[in-house]
């Protein structure tokens, strides 16, 4: 009878460590899909309002985010317009350390500070890259771009982490 309650009792509490996961220093928090997120904000839009975008990869990624590629992410979406003057875009990733964050939202926030410096060239470019936000919710890191969306934008993106 000992040992049947021995057995139990190492099993139960294997169990329980078990189910606390691994801890490690890593955050456990579920991490929403950002691409989900930017395809279902883009939809919220319209065919008609919807601005032609495409993906920033290789050595664009540089270009536009000087220094983003030395972290390491598990999620990447960077869309930018296709047309310069319209001032749309979204860079939103998930990095693998959350120490990370700090150095790649200062990146996100440079990007924005060059628009807004004279890099959006029209004036009303400008204006609308003046509203554009630099959001971090523990690991993961957004530059949002909406122009007239943007508040729209933002408030979807923070729902997620509600």
């Known amino acids: 009878m000992k040992r049947i309650l ?4 190492a099993l139960t509490c294997l169990l ?3 189910a606390c996961g691994n801890k490690g220093g890593e955050s456990n ?11 279902d904000f883009m939809s919220t839009l319209g065919a008609d309002n919807e601005p032609a975008m495409m993906d920033l990869e290789g050595e664009m990624i540089a270009g536009y985010y000087p ?9 990447a979406v960077l869309k930018v317009a296709a047309i310069t003057m319209v001032p749309f875009e979204f860079a939103l990733v998930e990095l693998k ?3 990370d964050a700090e150095a ?12 807004v410096n004279g890099g959006a060239f029209y004036p009303a470019s400008i204006e609308a890259w003046q509203k554009a936000s630099v959001i971090t919710h523990g ?3 957004a530059l ?13 993106f923070n729902n997620l982490f509600a």
């Open 29 to 39: 928090e579920s991490i929403p899909d950002l691409n989900k997120y930017y395809e």
């Open 104 to 115: 790649v939202a200062a990146i996100f926030q440079e990007r924005i500070d060059s628009q």
């Open 6 to 9: 021995t057995a139990l009792l």
């Open 16 to 18: 329980a460590l078990a």
């Open 144 to 156: 949002i771009s909406a122009d007239a969306s943007q508040d729209a934008a933002m408030e979807a």
């Open 97 to 99: 350390n959350e120490s």
């Open 139 to 141: 690991r993961v890191v």
């Open 67 to 75: 220094g983003l590629e030395g972290y390491e992410t598990n999620q």
